[in-house]
């Protein structure tokens, strides 16, 4: 009796130092590619959390799958314009959503500026998800020939610049 009344004290303490904690973050890989001269953009977020930001903004039988690429792809594209943007050279930069596919639980969204010839710096404003989740966090990793910077944008502090003229 004293063993399983022990074993209960050590479960009870042991779980009061593990707590259900949902991360709230994405994550944008910017680069340049100069033979191409073009601005390739791969911005990653977590399915279920985008899928909560569309159903209450758009539609709430909204699901997504790789399956309703053709009518999700529109209200996606649509969320990213409003919550995206991305300045080269202190000119916003006119974005192309190629389209997106399904990792697991992660939606791998494609977008590419064309005419890109170089920049000296890159400014991006990145409010995905800030709107439905105070804690999000957007990560910008932006990569030109071997140079990569990056940045952390979250509530209030959702835009940044970085310079690649050093």
Known sequence: MKRLSALLVLLVLCSSFITAHKFYVSVTQIEYVASKQNVQIISRVFIDDLEDVLQARYD?????????????????????KKKLSIQI????????????EIDN??????????????FNTITVDNQLLMDQFVEQQNIVHVKKEEIRKSIVLEDGNYKGMLNFSN
């Open 105 to 118: 639980d992660l939606m791998l969204c494609y977008l590419e500026i064309n005419n890109v010839k170089d």
């Open 89 to 100: 050279d202190n000119q916003i930069a006119d974005y192309k959503f190629l389209g997106f």
């Open 60 to 80: 709430e039988s909204l699901i997504i799958t790789q399956k309703e690429a053709a009518t999700i792809t529109p209200v996606v594209s649509k969320y990213f």
